[in-house]
Structure formats: structure tokens, C-alpha cells
């Protein structure tokens, strides 16, 4: 049986070095100069420390025909400086949350995963140097972040605060096909929906909505939407889901 090629990433450093553990062998991590590695081995996970993550850019075009929901986030970033620090709040039950921030385009993907949090008082931090993103040209107002806790074998989402909060909460969806939401909706669970709105055009890349939720109560949420992909000369896939956060207007000011 064949494996399964991974992805090629590319990772920049002011030192030049970098822990790197190929996706591909069990072999552990080691330490090397990147630019001393044949670009046809560069096929690998990235991690760097301190502190403790896996942070790299895909440098060639998305493939895929999903629609993926990438941020649930409030942030007010006009521009990285030479750290940034996410926070994520904590909820009754929830342990060890998932995280992964990111920058889609058409031409690169940036990922920073696996990441060694710190626990404070209402919640976890992750603060790190942002000179891959600054060097790769990212944009900050293009960074995305999603959290999760698993709660009873489900996934309860947490918006990430990125910077500072910006008093509304964006939830970003991405896809490479041309999608139309046709339903987009907040409702508290069990409740009628306080939200809705559409994106009625179709269209690729992202799609961005926006919340103020800062006079809602505390509690557990549900977002709602109905979409279509639109492919050519191919029927339309409907895709209708509901997604389970957690809002605190706290965490908003």
C-alpha cells in the first residue's frame, strides 16, 4: 500500500534553524538549517519551540471542494507586531481545548496548530513570534481562529480572542467553489433565532458574518445556516448544519 504524500510547507527564521519531524517517518524530531534540505524532502510537519507549536505555509494551491467554517473569533489587528497573543476562555466542563488559527488564500495556507497552552485564571493564552507571518506578508486582518472544546463527545466552540477584542464576533467560512448562503442564523438552544441574515451572491474564497452580541445573555448558542456550492455544468450541493458555541458578553468588552 502506498502512503499518502503530505503536504509541502515552508517555515521562515530569523536563526535559520528549525525542529522539523517528517510526516511521512517515525523518526524523531530533529533539528537542521532549512535551506540544507533538498527541496524534494521538504514534505513535513513544522514545529518550533519555545513555545511548543507547529507553524508552517503550504506553499501551493488549495485543492478540495468542502466548506469549511474557519474562525469564530473577535480580534481588532490593523497590523502584527512582533508578538501576538490568542486567548481562549474557559466554560464549565470544558478541558484542553482544540485550536487552530489560519490564513487561506488561493495560493498558500497558513497553519499554526498544536499548540502548548497556558492556563490563567478565566481560561488558556498562547502568545508567540510572529515573524513567519510578518515575513510570509500575511495580512493581519486575513489571520483566522477556531476553538473547541469536546464536551460529552461533541464539539462546543469558543470564540478566540486574537489581540484584542473588537466587540463583535466574526464567523468565517471558507471555500474554493462559489457558494450562496441562503439561511444564516444565531439562536440561543431550544429558542428562536435573535440573528439571521443571507449572502444571497454566490461566491469563492471567504465569507465573512458578523455578530454583536454584547447585550445577549450568557449561555450555550446554536448558528443555523442553510448554503449552496455551485459548481459548473454540476447541480448545486445542499448543506444545512448547526454548530454549538458558547457566548459570554464578557467576552466581548
Known amino acids: 500500500m502506498s502512503r499518502r504524500q503530505p503536504s509541502i510547507y515552508r517555515l521562515y527564521s530569523a536563526s535559520g534553524y528549525y525542529a522539523i519531524q517528517f510526516s511521512s517517518c517515525p523518526f524523531p524530531i530533529i533539528a537542521f538549517s532549512f535551506d540544507d534540505v533538498p527541496h524534494s524532502r521538504r514534505k513535513c510537519c513544522i514545529h518550533r519551540k519555545p513555545p511548543e507549536r507547529c507553524e508552517g505555509i503550504k506553499e501551493e494551491q488549495l485543492s478540495g471542494n468542502s466548506l469549511s467554517l474557519i474562525s469564530i473569533a473577535t480580534r481588532n489587528l490593523a497590523s502584527f507586531g512582533k508578538t501576538l497573543t490568542l486567548q481562549i476562555p474557559q466554560i464549565n466542563g470544558g478541558k484542553n481545548p482544540q485550536v487552530r488559527v489560519q490564513s487561506l488564500d488561493d495560493k498558500y495556507h497558513y497553519q499554526l496548530d498544536d499548540l502548548l497552552l497556558s492556563k490563567n485564571g478565566s481560561g488558556f493564552s498562547f502568545s508567540w513570534d510572529t515573524y513567519v507571518?510578518?515575513?510570509?506578508?500575511?495580512?493581519?486582518?486575513?489571520?483566522?481562529?477556531?476553538?473547541?472544546?469536546?464536551?460529552?463527545?461533541?464539539?462546543?466552540?469558543?470564540?478566540?480572542?486574537?489581540?484584542?477584542?473588537?466587540?463583535?464576533?466574526?464567523?468565517?467560512?471558507?471555500?474554493?467553489?462559489?457558494?450562496?448562503?441562503?439561511?444564516?442564523?444565531?439562536?440561543?438552544?431550544?429558542?428562536?433565532?435573535?440573528?439571521?441574515?443571507?449572502?444571497?451572491?454566490?461566491?469563492?474564497?471567504?465569507?465573512?458574518?458578523?455578530?454583536?452580541?454584547?447585550?445577549?445573555?450568557?449561555?450555550?448558542?446554536?448558528?443555523?445556516?442553510?448554503?449552496?456550492?455551485?459548481?459548473?455544468?454540476?447541480?448545486?450541493?445542499?448543506?444545512?448544519?448547526?454548530?454549538?458555541?458558547?457566548?459570554?458578553?464578557?467576552?466581548?468588552?
Open 133 to 253: 507571518l510578518r515575513k510570509a506578508k500575511i495580512p493581519a486582518n486575513k489571520l483566522r481562529a477556531v476553538a473547541s472544546y469536546s464536551l460529552n463527545s461533541q464539539p462546543v466552540y469558543v470564540p478566540v480572542i486574537l489581540g484584542q477584542t473588537s466587540g463583535k464576533y466574526e464567523f468565517v467560512f471558507y471555500s474554493q467553489d462559489r457558494v450562496r448562503f441562503t439561511n444564516f442564523e444565531i439562536l440561543p438552544q431550544g429558542e428562536k433565532a435573535i440573528y439571521s441574515t443571507s449572502r444571497p451572491n454566490s461566491r469563492s474564497g471567504e465569507t465573512i458574518f458578523t455578530w454583536d452580541g454584547r447585550n445577549a445573555p450568557a449561555g450555550r448558542y446554536e448558528l443555523h445556516f442553510v448554503a449552496n456550492i455551485d459548481r459548473r455544468n454540476e447541480p448545486s450541493d445542499r448543506i444545512e448544519r448547526r454548530i454549538v458555541f458558547e457566548h459570554n458578553p464578557n467576552w466581548l468588552k
